[in-house]
């Protein structure tokens, strides 16, 4: 989009979407909108700046219209058309900065790791998510690109995710904490493993992380997924697990080489209270 009326049809459009759906009979958001979402979406490229604005314009409208499952089903549309060449990863962007439900955000972070272009696409698609979560300002968007890439459970993702803990303060902890339970993997334990060893986790969160997971149920199995190319994106050629129970030595070997004043640390705010509470 290169001119101010260009941006005005963008207003115009989100308004006319807006008064349909208070005058619909069924309360069912535009599917003009929603239609003209991937269209656009489909066409954008990553330097168009003017275009992405009016796009995450469009999608705050849509938000605003649509249940979180609809939404949901728009972007595994949008992974369809990109998927088959209709559209170019930058399409899944919108859907990143236009969303506030963390799990939509890390399904479309997953989804453009997934479909990422060139010859290495699992490498540059981690890497270019990782750049957008250190760039992020929005709590939920950080929180999502992260779950996005843990949902991966691949870990050959890791030396690019060592350190990005740093980028994420300050953040909901509590809500950080359940979703790392909710969903552990071996990726998910070697992230909170490799915090455990950076000496600039002053206030011992990752320690806290650790503990919660040693908390987990000894038989809950930690899924492990290795995604190979193919001609349309990626695609996991085998999965293997392990369970808490195996991995719990590891980490309890982890945490007795911390210093005393993180275990400290722990001793004192750590009653498991704050990790379930709103921050």
Known sequence: ?????????????????????????DGEPSRLLAERLLSEAAALQADDTESLEGLIALYDAFEQLSSPG???????????????????????????????????????????????PGEQPFERGVQFVVELLKEAEDDSLRLGLLLGLLRLADPAALPQMRGIWRHLEPLPWPQLGRFLADAPNKLTVLFILDWLADPEDEQALGLAYALRLLG?????????VHWASREDGLMPV????????????????????????????????????WLLEDS
């Not at 989009?1 to 008064?19: G, H, I, K, S």
């Open 1 to 25: 989009m290169d001119t101010d009326d260009e941006l005005f049809e963008y207003e115009r459009l989100v308004e006319q979407a807006l008064y349909d759906a208070r005058v619909s009979v």
């Open 70 to 116: 609809e939404r949901l089903a728009l972007v595994d549309r949008m992974a369809a058309m990109v998927e088959s060449g209709e559209a170019g990863s930058p399409a899944f962007i919108p859907f990143l900065y236009g969303e506030d439900d963390v799990r939509l955000i890390a399904h479309a972070a997953f989804h453009l790791i997934l479909l990422a």
């Open 216 to 224: 987990a149920e000894a038989d809950a199995r930690l899924h492990e």
């Open 238 to 273: 085998n999965a293997e697990s392990v369970t808490v129970r195996e991995w719990s030595a590891e980490i309890r070997a982890r945490i007795s080489k911390l210093p005393l004043e993180k275990l400290h640390w722990c001793l004192l705010k750590l009653d498991g209270s």
